[in-house]
């Protein structure tokens, strides 16, 4: 997968995670939606880097598309869940 493809998944996937977490302060909102959209991208690029460094899929597959989304949903989820 390439750079564009980890900044969208990645993004739109830490910030969708970040959306299931309703705040109730409504202080900083876009400042935390970029935080939780960069750590998701940079979760996404860590997992597929990874995964392809341990063998367990190559560039492109399916795997490694269900991986990003995971770990990239996993950490948008943690951050909007710590943030509080």
Same mark, same amino acid.
């Given at each position: 997968m390439g750079f564009l493809a980890f900044l969208v998944i990645g993004g739109v996937s830490g910030a969708g995670a970040w959306g299931f977490y309703p705040n109730r302060s409504r202080q900083n909102t876009? #400042?935390?939606?970029?935080?939780?959209?960069? =750590?998701? $991208?940079?979760?996404?690029?860590?997992?597929?880097? =990874?995964?392809? $460094?341990? #063998? $367990?899929? #190559?560039?492109?597959?399916? =795997?490694?598309?269900?991986?990003?989304i995971v770990a990239a949903c996993l950490v948008g989820g943690l951050y909007a869940a710590l943030s509080r």
């Open positions: 876009g #400042q935390k939606l970029l935080m939780a959209a960069l =750590l998701g $991208f940079l979760a996404a690029l860590g997992a597929s880097y =990874l995964g392809q $460094f341990a #063998q $367990f899929f #190559q560039a492109g597959q399916m =795997l490694e598309w269900l991986c990003t």
